[in-house]
Protein backbone atom coordinates (compact mmCIF):
# COMPACT_ATOMS: atom_id res chain seq x y z
CA UNK A 1 0.00 0.00 0.00
CA UNK A 2 0.67 3.81 -0.94
CA UNK A 3 0.57 6.05 1.22
CA UNK A 4 -0.14 9.81 0.10
CA UNK A 5 2.43 12.12 1.53
CA UNK A 6 1.67 14.26 4.42
CA UNK A 7 2.26 18.09 3.44
CA UNK A 8 3.23 21.45 4.95
CA UNK A 9 1.11 24.26 4.40
CA UNK A 10 1.78 27.88 3.99
CA UNK A 11 -1.84 29.07 3.76
CA UNK A 12 -4.63 28.27 6.51
CA UNK A 13 -7.25 27.82 4.31
CA UNK A 14 -5.38 26.12 1.75
CA UNK A 15 -4.63 23.29 4.35
CA UNK A 16 -8.36 23.29 5.67
CA UNK A 17 -9.21 23.30 1.62
CA UNK A 18 -6.62 19.95 1.07
CA UNK A 19 -7.45 17.90 4.58
CA UNK A 20 -11.54 18.01 3.50
CA UNK A 21 -10.74 16.56 -0.15
CA UNK A 22 -8.44 14.03 0.92
CA UNK A 23 -9.34 10.26 -0.12
CA UNK A 24 -6.86 9.13 2.66
CA UNK A 25 -7.77 9.06 6.32
CA UNK A 26 -4.19 9.06 7.16
CA UNK A 27 -2.81 11.58 5.10
CA UNK A 28 -1.90 14.99 7.20
CA UNK A 29 -1.80 18.26 6.33
CA UNK A 30 0.42 20.96 8.77
CA UNK A 31 -0.26 24.23 8.52
CA UNK A 32 1.69 27.67 8.95
CA UNK A 33 -0.27 30.50 9.84
CA UNK A 34 -2.89 31.89 11.98
CA UNK A 35 -4.62 28.57 14.13
CA UNK A 36 -8.04 27.64 12.30
CA UNK A 37 -11.21 27.51 14.92
CA UNK A 38 -12.31 24.07 14.22
CA UNK A 39 -10.32 22.26 12.00
CA UNK A 40 -10.65 18.80 11.18
CA UNK A 41 -8.03 16.24 12.87
CA UNK A 42 -5.98 16.12 9.78
CA UNK A 43 -5.77 19.93 9.48
CA UNK A 44 -2.85 20.71 12.35
CA UNK A 45 -1.52 24.18 13.23
CA UNK A 46 2.50 24.15 13.24
CA UNK A 47 4.13 27.71 13.24
CA UNK A 48 7.02 26.91 11.46
CA UNK A 49 9.01 28.41 14.37
CA UNK A 50 7.87 25.59 16.66
CA UNK A 51 8.61 22.95 13.80
CA UNK A 52 11.13 21.45 15.32
CA UNK A 53 10.07 21.47 18.82
CA UNK A 54 6.67 19.51 17.25
CA UNK A 55 8.13 16.91 15.70
CA UNK A 56 10.47 16.03 18.61
CA UNK A 57 7.12 14.70 20.25
CA UNK A 58 4.79 13.98 17.79
CA UNK A 59 3.45 10.56 16.49
CA UNK A 60 2.93 12.05 13.31
CA UNK A 61 4.94 10.76 10.07
CA UNK A 62 7.06 14.24 8.72
CA UNK A 63 5.74 16.27 5.78
CA UNK A 64 7.45 15.44 2.87
CA UNK A 65 5.68 17.71 0.80
CA UNK A 66 5.93 21.89 0.48
CA UNK A 67 2.49 23.74 -0.51
CA UNK A 68 3.24 27.08 -1.29
CA UNK A 69 0.14 28.09 -3.04
CA UNK A 70 -0.95 31.39 -3.34
CA UNK A 71 1.43 32.82 -0.74
CA UNK A 72 3.32 34.86 -3.79
CA UNK A 73 6.76 33.65 -2.42
CA UNK A 74 9.91 34.09 -5.15
CA UNK A 75 11.37 31.23 -6.25
CA UNK A 76 14.93 32.62 -3.71
CA UNK A 77 12.64 32.28 -0.83
CA UNK A 78 10.75 29.01 -1.41
CA UNK A 79 14.80 27.63 -1.63
CA UNK A 80 15.52 29.30 1.34
CA UNK A 81 12.42 27.89 3.14
CA UNK A 82 13.08 24.42 1.89
CA UNK A 83 16.46 24.08 2.99
CA UNK A 84 15.54 25.79 6.16
CA UNK A 85 13.27 23.03 6.79
CA UNK A 86 15.06 20.30 5.20
CA UNK A 87 18.07 21.12 8.24
CA UNK A 88 15.14 21.55 11.02
CA UNK A 89 14.23 18.23 9.81
CA UNK A 90 17.55 16.17 9.85
CA UNK A 91 17.96 17.76 13.43
CA UNK A 92 14.70 16.10 14.50
CA UNK A 93 15.89 12.93 13.09
CA UNK A 94 19.59 12.99 14.34
CA UNK A 95 17.51 13.52 18.06
CA UNK A 96 15.45 10.78 17.84
CA UNK A 97 18.30 8.73 16.42
CA UNK A 98 19.89 9.12 20.06
CA UNK A 99 17.00 8.30 21.76
CA UNK A 100 16.43 5.36 19.89
CA UNK A 101 19.83 4.25 19.88
CA UNK A 102 19.99 4.94 23.94
CA UNK A 103 16.13 2.61 23.96
CA UNK A 104 18.57 0.13 21.98
CA UNK A 105 21.41 0.03 23.80
CA UNK A 106 19.76 -0.20 27.79
CA UNK A 107 18.17 -2.68 29.89
CA UNK A 108 14.26 -2.32 29.54
CA UNK A 109 13.56 -1.37 33.60
CA UNK A 110 9.51 -1.72 34.50
CA UNK A 111 9.66 2.17 35.06
CA UNK A 112 11.30 3.02 31.49
CA UNK A 113 8.79 0.36 30.15
CA UNK A 114 5.84 2.34 29.35
CA UNK A 115 8.20 5.36 27.51
CA UNK A 116 10.29 3.33 25.62
CA UNK A 117 7.47 1.32 24.38
CA UNK A 118 5.52 4.19 23.18
CA UNK A 119 8.87 5.56 21.43
CA UNK A 120 9.22 2.53 19.52
CA UNK A 121 5.71 2.30 18.58
CA UNK A 122 6.23 5.66 17.39
CA UNK A 123 9.32 5.21 15.51
CA UNK A 124 8.09 2.06 13.99
CA UNK A 125 4.95 3.79 12.73
CA UNK A 126 6.67 6.74 11.20
CA UNK A 127 8.92 4.72 9.09
CA UNK A 128 6.64 2.33 8.05
CA UNK A 129 3.93 5.33 6.90
CA UNK A 130 6.98 6.46 4.81
CA UNK A 131 7.90 2.93 3.47
CA UNK A 132 10.87 2.67 5.14
CA UNK A 133 12.27 -0.52 6.44
CA UNK A 134 12.45 -0.72 9.96
CA UNK A 135 16.04 -1.97 11.08
CA UNK A 136 16.04 -5.51 12.80
CA UNK A 137 17.24 -4.37 16.29
CA UNK A 138 14.35 -2.16 16.59
CA UNK A 139 11.69 -4.79 15.33
CA UNK A 140 13.83 -7.03 18.21
CA UNK A 141 13.35 -4.61 20.58
CA UNK A 142 9.86 -3.58 20.31
CA UNK A 143 9.31 -7.74 20.18
CA UNK A 144 11.15 -7.66 24.17
CA UNK A 145 9.16 -4.30 25.15
CA UNK A 146 6.10 -6.62 23.68
CA UNK A 147 6.86 -9.16 25.74
CA UNK A 148 7.69 -7.63 29.19
CA UNK A 149 4.13 -5.93 29.11
CA UNK A 150 2.23 -9.26 28.59
CA UNK A 151 4.59 -10.70 31.35
CA UNK A 152 4.08 -8.20 34.02
CA UNK A 153 0.38 -7.46 32.84
CA UNK A 154 1.16 -3.94 32.79
CA UNK A 155 -2.06 -1.75 31.50
CA UNK A 156 -1.00 0.11 28.37
CA UNK A 157 -1.23 3.89 28.47
CA UNK A 158 -4.20 5.35 26.38
CA UNK A 159 -1.89 7.65 24.32
CA UNK A 160 0.03 4.28 23.21
CA UNK A 161 -2.85 2.37 22.49
CA UNK A 162 -4.48 5.01 20.19
CA UNK A 163 -0.76 4.59 17.71
CA UNK A 164 -1.00 1.12 18.47
CA UNK A 165 -4.24 0.57 16.63
CA UNK A 166 -3.47 3.08 14.55
CA UNK A 167 -0.21 0.97 13.20
CA UNK A 168 -1.90 -2.13 13.30
CA UNK A 169 -4.70 -0.85 11.17
CA UNK A 170 -1.91 0.62 8.79
CA UNK A 171 0.15 -2.93 8.99
CA UNK A 172 -3.21 -5.12 8.15
CA UNK A 173 -3.47 -2.88 4.68
CA UNK A 174 0.04 -4.07 3.83
CA UNK A 175 1.19 -7.58 2.14
CA UNK A 176 2.54 -9.11 5.37
CA UNK A 177 3.33 -12.39 4.08
CA UNK A 178 5.66 -10.93 2.16
CA UNK A 179 7.62 -8.93 4.54
CA UNK A 180 8.63 -11.01 7.41
CA UNK A 181 9.18 -8.32 9.87
CA UNK A 182 6.23 -6.92 9.40
CA UNK A 183 4.30 -10.82 10.30
CA UNK A 184 6.17 -10.93 13.53
CA UNK A 185 5.05 -7.34 13.42
CA UNK A 186 1.41 -7.90 13.14
CA UNK A 187 1.50 -11.19 15.49
CA UNK A 188 3.17 -8.75 18.21
CA UNK A 189 0.88 -6.13 18.00
CA UNK A 190 -2.08 -8.13 18.41
CA UNK A 191 -0.71 -9.33 21.60
CA UNK A 192 -0.39 -5.97 23.03
CA UNK A 193 -4.48 -5.37 22.42
CA UNK A 194 -5.50 -7.07 26.09
CA UNK A 195 -9.11 -6.56 24.00
CA UNK A 196 -8.60 -8.62 21.38
CA UNK A 197 -10.82 -12.20 21.55
CA UNK A 198 -9.20 -13.58 18.41
CA UNK A 199 -5.74 -14.23 19.83
CA UNK A 200 -6.03 -17.62 19.84
CA UNK A 201 -6.87 -17.78 16.19
CA UNK A 202 -4.34 -15.52 15.28
CA UNK A 203 -1.55 -17.48 16.87
CA UNK A 204 -2.49 -20.59 15.06
CA UNK A 205 -2.25 -18.32 12.34
CA UNK A 206 1.47 -17.07 13.23
CA UNK A 207 2.76 -20.45 13.09
CA UNK A 208 1.11 -21.32 10.28
CA UNK A 209 2.98 -19.00 8.45
CA UNK A 210 6.06 -19.81 10.17
CA UNK A 211 5.44 -23.68 8.92
CA UNK A 212 5.05 -22.29 5.58
CA UNK A 213 7.58 -19.45 5.17
CA UNK A 214 10.10 -21.17 2.38
CA UNK A 215 12.84 -18.73 2.74
CA UNK A 216 14.62 -20.38 5.26
CA UNK A 217 17.70 -18.37 5.66
CA UNK A 218 15.84 -15.52 6.00
CA UNK A 219 14.10 -17.54 9.21
CA UNK A 220 17.47 -18.72 10.48
CA UNK A 221 18.65 -14.92 10.18
CA UNK A 222 15.11 -13.74 12.24
CA UNK A 223 14.95 -16.50 14.58
CA UNK A 224 15.69 -13.92 17.46
CA UNK A 225 12.54 -12.38 16.98
CA UNK A 226 10.52 -15.98 17.42
CA UNK A 227 12.84 -16.84 20.30
CA UNK A 228 11.83 -13.21 21.93
CA UNK A 229 8.30 -14.25 21.79
CA UNK A 230 8.71 -17.47 23.02
CA UNK A 231 11.46 -17.68 25.27
CA UNK A 232 12.97 -20.61 27.39
CA UNK A 233 9.31 -20.88 29.97
CA UNK A 234 7.45 -20.78 26.83
CA UNK A 235 9.83 -23.67 24.82
CA UNK A 236 7.18 -26.56 25.40
CA UNK A 237 3.88 -24.09 24.12
CA UNK A 238 6.40 -22.97 20.79
CA UNK A 239 7.28 -27.24 20.42
CA UNK A 240 4.08 -28.19 20.56
CA UNK A 241 2.46 -25.27 17.91
CA UNK A 242 5.16 -25.32 16.04
CA UNK A 243 5.25 -29.00 15.26
CA UNK A 244 1.46 -28.79 15.33
CA UNK A 245 1.64 -26.62 12.05
CA UNK A 246 4.67 -28.78 10.52
CA UNK A 247 3.02 -31.61 10.77
CA UNK A 248 -0.36 -31.89 9.77
CA UNK A 249 -2.90 -34.85 9.79
CA UNK A 250 -2.09 -35.58 6.04
CA UNK A 251 2.03 -35.61 6.91
CA UNK A 252 2.59 -39.04 5.76
CA UNK A 253 0.44 -38.16 2.35
CA UNK A 254 3.24 -35.48 1.47
CA UNK A 255 6.51 -36.70 -1.15
CA UNK A 256 9.45 -37.54 0.63
CA UNK A 257 11.41 -34.32 -0.16
CA UNK A 258 8.60 -32.01 2.19
CA UNK A 259 8.66 -34.33 4.90
CA UNK A 260 12.11 -33.68 4.90
CA UNK A 261 11.67 -30.18 4.36
CA UNK A 262 9.49 -29.87 7.75
CA UNK A 263 11.96 -31.95 9.50
CA UNK A 264 14.29 -29.64 8.63
CA UNK A 265 12.46 -26.34 9.72
CA UNK A 266 11.47 -28.24 13.44
CA UNK A 267 15.03 -29.48 13.75
CA UNK A 268 16.85 -26.10 12.94
CA UNK A 269 14.35 -23.95 14.53
CA UNK A 270 13.71 -25.58 17.99
Keep these: ?33 QQLEDAPANCIHVPIDDFVTYFLSSPYPYPQEINFDTMNFSDEIQNAILQNLTIALESVKLEKAKQLNTILDGELSTEQLQKALYFLLEYIYINNFANENIPFDVIAKFLEAVKLFSTKNIQLEEKSARLMKKLLSHVEAQQISKHFYLFHLHYTLLLLDKNNTNLQKETEKYFDTLANFNDIPQLINEFKLIKTLFQQEDLEEYLARFSQSLFPDNFFDQDTLQQKYAVFKFYYLT
Design 1 to 33: MQNKDNVYVFNPLIALDMSKNTDSKEQIFFYDG
